[in-house]
């Protein structure tokens, strides 16, 4: 999970594709599924 509610969509953005690539780096076989807060 990710708090970061603080943080710039520009930062966001960039720390979530830092981390992406890394565990795609270390476990290229692993199956990576994200998803979204559902508002209603």
């Not at 720390?15 to 690539?21: L, N, T, V």
């Amino acid at each position: 999970g990710s708090n970061d509610g603080d943080m710039s969509s520009e930062n966001f953005i960039a720390a979530a594709s830092e981390m992406i690539d890394d565990l795609r780096t270390r476990y290229p076989d692993m199956l990576l599924l994200f998803t979204t807060p559902f508002w209603g």
